[in-house]
Nanobody, 125 residues
Framework: QVLLVESGGGSVQAGGSLNLSCTAS????????MGWFRQAPGKEREGVAR???????FYTDSVKGRFTISKDNAKNTLFLQMNSLKPEDTAMYYC???????????????????WGQGRQVTVSS
């Protein structure tokens, strides 16, 4: 099964930028819908952005215009570029992959089978 390893994230002041990467191994990323989720302390995990196997992209409303998800299939890597960061973006961010071979990209986290270890993103005001 696919293994997801994340990198990036960190701390930044409000208005700054950070990026996250998620590299898939053991199985090509083209076999999976992939997405980014986040979970802040005391809150439920929420979807941030996802890209299906056809390349269709979806964002949660709170990040539209600020975050950009992209996928480099040749490098088996999923990216999340985060601009104009706000304190409310502070959370642990997780990369996720859906069920192998499925075309659709679920909105809810229970549609994802494989998860990265998580990277902390902290935005100070």
């Amino acid at each position: 099964q696919v293994l997801l390893v994340e990198s990036g994230g960190g701390s930044v002041q409000a208005g700054g930028s950070l990026n996250l990467s998620c590299t898939a191994s053991r199985d090509p990323a083209t076999n999976y819908c992939m997405g980014w989720f986040r979970q802040a302390p005391g809150k439920e995990r929420e979807g941030v952005a996802r890209v299906d196997r056809a390349g269709n992209i979806f964002y949660t409303d709170s990040v539209k215009g600020r975050f950009t998800i992209s996928k480099d299939n040749a490098k088996n890597t999923l990216f999340l570029q985060m601009n104009s960061l706000k304190p409310e973006d502070t959370a642990m961010y997780y990369c996720a992959a859906g069920r192998r071979g499925y075309m659709q990209c679920p909105r809810a986290d229970d549609g994802y089978v494989h998860w990265g270890q998580g990277r902390q993103v902290t935005v100070s005001s």
